[in-house]
């Protein structure tokens, strides 16, 4: 998949993009859930129909991040992880649009002009909620009106599980909640985080439990802290493990952010240094501060038997 960076207005002399029919599909689609999924895959198929590329406009930093709405510094799928997920899912072109101040105040009307007609786009498909230019003034309907018959237009009614409407912050809410077995539904796959193998202060060694402790590449919303099973991936190899995110009361007070710190089953190697993914599976309990390290250790190993216990009817 080709990735290529935007910025505002689109000509000849300051973008070199291999303009080319295509259809594009607009959002911010962080988390890539089940309802942004439904989108990207009518783009897939419109343009297979077509015989012509299925490309993604999305934007960084996330729109409500410029707009000082704290909690959208962290998100589901930061922009390299949305990237990969992307690609996955069969995007042939994903343009990364710079959102600055300056971009904040295009009209409806310039952005159409001046970004998606130089694109040379057939067809844009967008959800319905989808919103665009100064304040977010422009509408699906306002988006059909300013095509002026010379790009087509889909818009994407809402995707709704279990009677509920699937949203990016639907599933934060479940993050935030330990719910991580209905987050996953949303997302249709377990919530990921990546990061590097940092040295520890190697508590967990010395208790039995050795421990990959994971540097955060990237700005992942923290789901609620606690026990989780989970799935444990390096240079190409999967693995069984459990993960405490958290502050590690029973040994630390007000420590500043959680760490996250992975036991992987059946594993010795030395991995520091390397570029690791985990997926949440299953959230086990919340985190405590225990009375001594003995009884710590005694609800290390209870955690450890409940995730390979839920994880090997999963994994084999």
């Known amino acids: 998949m080709l990735s290529t960076e935007l910025n505002y207005p689109i000509t000849k002399s300051n973008h070199a993009l291999a303009i080319k029919p295509q259809v594009l599909a607009i959002g911010e689609f962080d988390g890539v859930h089940l309802g942004h999924q439904e989108v990207i895959k009518r783009a897939r198929e419109r343009a297979d129909s077509l015989h012509i590329s299925a490309s993604i406009m999305t934007f960084h930093p996330h729109p409500r991040e410029v707009l000082g709405q704290c909690k959208y510094t962290n998100l589901l799928t930061p922009v390299n992880t949305k990237l990969q997920i992307l690609e996955q899912l069969g995007v042939d072109d994903t343009y990364l649009v710079s959102f600055n ?3 904040m105040k295009v009209t409806p009307e310039q952005f159409v002009e001046n970004m998606l007609i130089p694109m040379q786009v057939e067809t844009v498909i967008v959800g319905f909620d989808f919103t665009f230019g100064h304040r977010g003034a422009g509408t699906p309907d306002d988006l059909c009106e300013l095509a002026q018959g010379r790009f087509a237009v889909e818009i994407i009614r809402p995707f709704h599980q279990n009677g ?13 909640a330990g719910e991580i077995d209905k987050a996953n539904a949303l997302l249709g796959r377990p919530y990921s985080i990546t990061g590097t ?6 508590r ?36 069984n493990g459990v993960m405490n995110v958290g502050k590690k009361p029973t040994f630390v007070e007000d420590l500043d952010k959680p760490t996250f710190e992975a036991h992987v089953f059946d594993f010795s190697e030395s991995i520091y ?23 710590l250790i005694e609800q290390i190993h209870r955690d450890a038997d409940t995730a390979k216990q839920q994880l090997v009817s999963i994994f084999q």
């Open 101 to 103: 101040p300056e971009f």
């Open 197 to 202: 193998v940092v040295t520890g202060d190697g």
């Open 164 to 176: 509920y409407k699937v949203s990016s912050t639907m599933v934060r809410q479940h993050l935030h």
């Open 204 to 239: 967990g060694r010395t208790i039995g439990f050795p421990t990959a402790n994971i540097d955060l590449s990237e700005a992942f919303v923290t789901p609620a802290l606690g026990v989780y099973a989970i799935r444990f991936h390096v240079d190409g190899r999967s693995y």
């Open 273 to 295: 240094g390397r570029e690791v993914s985990v997926d949440l599976i299953s959230f086990i309990r919340p985190e405590r501060k225990f009375a001594s390290v003995g009884e």
